[in-house]
């Protein structure tokens, strides 16, 4: 990233929307904002995939669930927040993954300019692809601030949104198993 470019460019939308960038409470907002764009768009060009590294051998056949995976994101459409849970759930096939490389995955896809549905996507593709596992299913749960802040304005609607792969797409008793554990 070419930091002076992105300061300059801070820089000109507060002109533009009648600031004064010079003044004391702004004359730092330009790095603060660039430091920012580093932080949440880090994950640009990387392969999800490579969040799995930790793969272990393991006979486990029966569904692992991780749930209430926190996680903030920014709608590629407007570069505000959305935010909300994810809750990822495979069946393994010989191989099992570290626990926390499923949150590190989440948080990877999150920190690009992003839609909901690619994300959900995204994390259930590198867990098909790196596991092999049977199958796997993952939901999130979000509010987008650009419905909630801005526009249609209505603050607490929330979308979910699903992906299957594998012996749960089309299974309703594994999905109801996945949706019984969110419960619990
Ligand atoms: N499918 C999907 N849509 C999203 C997501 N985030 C934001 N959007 C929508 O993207 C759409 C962009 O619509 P546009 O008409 O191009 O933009 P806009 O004029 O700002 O639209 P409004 O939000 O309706 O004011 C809006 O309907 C947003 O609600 C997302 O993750 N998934
Ligand atoms: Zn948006």
Same mark, same amino acid.
């Given at each position: 990233?070419?930091?002076?470019?992105?300061?300059?460019?801070?820089?000109?939308?507060?002109?533009?929307?009648? &600031?004064?960038?010079?003044?004391?409470?702004?004359?730092?907002?330009?790095?603060?904002?660039?430091?920012?764009?580093? &932080?949440?768009?880090?994950?640009?060009?990387?392969?999800?995939?490579?969040?799995?590294?930790?793969?272990? &051998?393991?006979?486990?056949?029966?569904?692992?669930?991780?749930?209430?995976?926190?996680?903030?994101?920014?709608?590629?459409?407007?570069?505000?927040?959305?935010?909300?849970?994810?809750?990822?759930?495979?069946?393994?096939?010989?191989?099992?993954?570290?626990?926390?490389?499923?949150?590190?995955?989440?948080?990877n896809v999150s920190r690009r300019p992003?839609?909901?549905?690619?994300?959900?996507?995204?994390?259930?593709?590198?867990?098909?692809?790196?596991?092999?596992?049977?199958?796997?299913?993952?939901?999130?749960?979000?509010?987008?601030?650009?419905?909630?802040?801005?526009?249609?304005?209505?603050?607490?609607?929330?979308?979910?949104?699903?992906?299957t792969r594998g012996v749960f797409e089309?299974?309703?008793?594994?999905?109801?198993?996945?949706?019984?554990?969110?419960?619990?």
């Amino acid at each position: 990233m070419n930091e002076a470019r992105v300061m300059e460019a801070v820089k000109i939308i507060l002109e533009e929307i009648g &600031e004064d960038p010079s003044r004391e409470g702004l004359e730092d907002t330009p790095k603060r904002v660039m430091k920012l764009f580093k &932080e949440i768009y880090e994950a640009v060009g990387k392969d999800p995939k490579e969040e799995l590294s930790a793969v272990f &051998e393991e006979n486990h056949k029966d569904m692992v669930l991780v749930k209430d995976i926190p996680f903030y994101s920014t709608c590629e459409h407007h570069l505000v927040p959305f935010f909300g849970k994810a809750h990822i759930a495979y069946k393994p096939n010989g191989q099992v993954v570290g626990l926390s490389k499923l949150v590190r995955l989440v948080e990877n896809v999150s920190r690009r300019p992003q839609v909901q549905e690619r994300m959900t996507t995204m994390i259930a593709d590198a867990i098909q692809e790196k596991l092999a596992p049977e199958g796997v299913m993952v939901v999130i749960i979000a509010e987008h601030l650009c419905i909630s802040m801005r526009g249609i304005k209505k603050p607490g609607s929330q979308t979910t949104t699903i992906t299957t792969r594998g012996v749960f797409e089309d299974n309703d008793k594994l999905q109801n198993n996945f949706f019984n554990m969110l419960k619990v």
